[in-house]
């Protein structure tokens, strides 16, 4: 029997280590998880591994991804290789990727048809901004590409996508998604990926830092009452755009102070990694959701948009209440031209940078990371560490000055 195994590698503690992918009951994987002292755990910048036995010399293999998808679908190569004991196997600094004959239900498909069936099918299992992200990416695709058959993709063909996604002035990193969401719809289809190792578009990953104390208070100033309540609602708990978008009255004990992130699925809500969780509320918001219940005693969401919907433009409340407060840092321009020192239009400016400055406070206050991992609701801590500001305060400005206050002599 053929037998290959998937790893991830992960940092802990920064020692570098190999540990075992986990595998769902349906024989997917479950997306960048890893066993650690026999608990999975999520790692979302650990890179997938494959390792083998060919003649008896155990080989490792980097898969060059940290995308499951990818990863999963490379194992499952490998395996065909391993069972075909006439294949010649190529050693792990082989640079191709084996090819696959197409399917027979692919022969002959065209690129256009097989897209709209492929949405048609992700539409049942994803939320509907992941699905206009993937509609965007391949009608894009379609654009750029000559080919009318899936069959006939090559690697060419994906090369040219991203070069169109550059030239059109995606930033690097839309230009990554929209190539991860073809290979995504290629693998749907049994296709092997067309991108792989340094094909795959590059970005950096840029640190968002938390709100300071000032920019926070100038953004309350220029607030309404319902606009404080949302920018109140977000520092204090912590919760992602769509946890806001569709947080009801229920999900609120206001006498036990506590906020508990609940899927609607009648409302097409499922929590981020369908993770539900409760966390603690400050009596400054416990204080401010008892009046708002006051002055909306009907309502089911707690932040409704129009006719009582969930409102989607709670980014644009906040990027508005940047620019009349004066917090936008001035220098920026956005794709159509518009500065934001006169427009909302603030790349410094987000609702993710909110939730970050919830960690980072509670991180001030002396919350342990493990307790404020809980209630992130985070899989791995690594990414919970990731939103620790470590940004200037008293104490560290106070340790600063000490360090180098003997460095200002005269020359």
Same mark, same amino acid.
């Given at each position: !029997?053929?037998?290959?195994?998937?790893?991830? $590698?992960?940092?802990?503690?920064?020692?570098?280590?190999?540990?075992?992918?986990?595998?769902? *009951?349906?024989?997917?994987?479950? %997306?960048?998880?890893?066993?650690?002292?026999?608990?999975?755990?999520?790692?979302?910048?650990? !890179?997938?591994?494959?390792?083998?036995?060919?003649?008896?010399?155990?080989?490792?293999?980097?898969?060059?991804?940290?995308?499951?998808?990818?990863?999963?679908?490379?194992?499952?190569?490998?395996?065909?290789?391993?069972?075909t004991p006439a294949a010649k196997l190529p050693s792990p600094t082989s640079a191709p990727e084996p090819e696959l004959e197409p399917v027979a239900q692919v022969v002959g498909i065209t690129v256009a048809?097989?897209?709209?069936?492929?949405?048609?099918?992700?539409?049942?299992?994803?939320?509907?901004?992941?699905?206009?992200?993937?509609?965007?990416?391949?009608?894009? @695709?379609?654009?750029?590409?000559?080919?009318?058959?899936?069959?006939?993709?090559? $690697?060419?063909?994906?090369?040219?996508?991203?070069?169109?996604?550059?030239?059109?002035?995606?930033a690097p990193r839309t230009v990554h998604n929209r190539a991860a969401a073809l290979q995504f719809f290629l693998h749907h289809y049994k296709l092997p990926s067309l991108l792989v190792g340094k094909d795959? %578009?590059?970005?950096?990953?840029?640190?968002?830092?938390?709100?300071?104390?000032?920019?926070?208070?100038? !953004?309350?100033?220029?607030?309404?009452?319902?606009?404080?309540?949302?920018?109140?609602?977000?520092?204090?708990?912590?919760?992602?755009?769509?946890?806001?978008?569709?947080?009801?009255?229920?999900?609120?004990?206001?006498?036990?102070?506590?906020?508990?992130?609940?899927?609607?699925?009648?409302?097409?809500?499922? *929590?981020?990694?369908?993770?539900?969780?409760?966390? *603690?509320?400050?009596?400054?918001?416990?204080?401010?959701?008892?009046?708002?219940?006051? $002055?909306?005693?009907?309502? $089911? &969401?707690?932040?409704?948009?129009?006719?009582?919907? *969930?409102?989607?433009?709670?980014?644009?409340?906040?990027?508005?209440?940047?620019?009349?407060?004066?917090?936008?840092?001035?220098?920026?321009?956005?794709?159509?031209?518009?500065?934001?020192?006169?427009?909302?239009?603030?790349?410094?400016?987000? &609702?993710?940078?909110?939730?970050?400055?919830?960690?980072?406070?509670?991180?001030?206050?002396?919350?342990?990371?493990?307790?404020?991992?809980?209630? &992130?609701?985070?899989?791995?801590?690594?990414?919970?560490?990731?939103?620790?500001?470590?940004?200037?305060?008293?104490?560290?400005?106070?340790?600063?000055?000490?360090? @180098?206050?003997?460095?200002?002599?005269?020359?």
């Amino acid at each position: !029997m053929a037998v290959a195994r998937l790893y991830i $590698r992960i940092s802990i503690d920064g020692k570098q280590q190999y540990a075992r992918a986990v595998f769902l *009951p349906n024989g997917n994987l479950k %997306p960048n998880y890893a066993t650690v002292e026999g608990k999975p755990q999520r790692f979302p910048d650990g !890179m997938y591994h494959l390792r083998y036995s060919i003649g008896g010399t155990r080989r490792w293999e980097s898969l060059k991804t940290t995308d499951h998808t990818i990863a999963i679908q490379r194992y499952r190569i490998k395996l065909n290789e391993l069972e075909t004991p006439a294949a010649k196997l190529p050693s792990p600094t082989s640079a191709p990727e084996p090819e696959l004959e197409p399917v027979a239900q692919v022969v002959g498909i065209t690129v256009a048809d097989a897209i709209t069936t492929y949405l048609k099918e992700t539409a049942t299992h994803k939320s509907r901004k992941t699905l206009a992200a993937y509609s965007i990416a391949l009608k894009l @695709f379609e654009q750029s590409c000559s080919k009318t058959t899936l069959h006939s993709l090559t $690697r060419d063909d994906a090369m040219n996508f991203v070069k169109f996604l550059r030239d059109r002035g995606n930033a690097p990193r839309t230009v990554h998604n929209r190539a991860a969401a073809l290979q995504f719809f290629l693998h749907h289809y049994k296709l092997p990926s067309l991108l792989v190792g340094k094909d795959v %578009p590059k970005f950096t990953d840029k640190k968002v830092r938390a709100y300071n104390g000032d920019e926070l208070g100038k !953004m309350l100033s220029v607030s309404t009452e319902d606009e404080h309540d949302l920018l109140l609602f977000f520092v204090c708990t912590g919760v992602r755009e769509q946890e806001a978008q569709y947080a009801c009255w229920p999900d609120v004990d206001l006498i036990g102070k506590t906020y508990k992130v609940t899927e609607h699925r009648d409302l097409g809500f499922v *929590p981020k990694d369908k993770e539900e969780g409760s966390v *603690p509320l400050a009596d400054v918001l416990v204080d401010r959701l008892i009046e708002r219940r006051k $002055r909306h005693p009907k309502a $089911r &969401l707690i932040f409704p948009g129009k006719r009582g919907r *969930p409102d989607g433009h709670l980014l644009r409340i906040v990027k508005r209440l940047a620019l009349d407060g004066g917090v936008n840092c001035g220098q920026c321009v956005n794709r159509k031209g518009l500065p934001c020192s006169t427009h909302p239009v603030c790349s410094n400016v987000g &609702l993710h940078k909110l939730r970050k400055t919830y960690a980072t406070e509670l991180h001030r206050s002396g919350v342990p990371a493990r307790v404020i991992q809980r209630f &992130l609701r985070h899989s791995s801590l690594d990414t919970t560490e990731r939103y620790l500001d470590a940004s200037q305060n008293e104490q560290t400005v106070a340790q600063v000055n000490n360090a @180098f206050g003997g460095f200002g002599g005269a020359a």
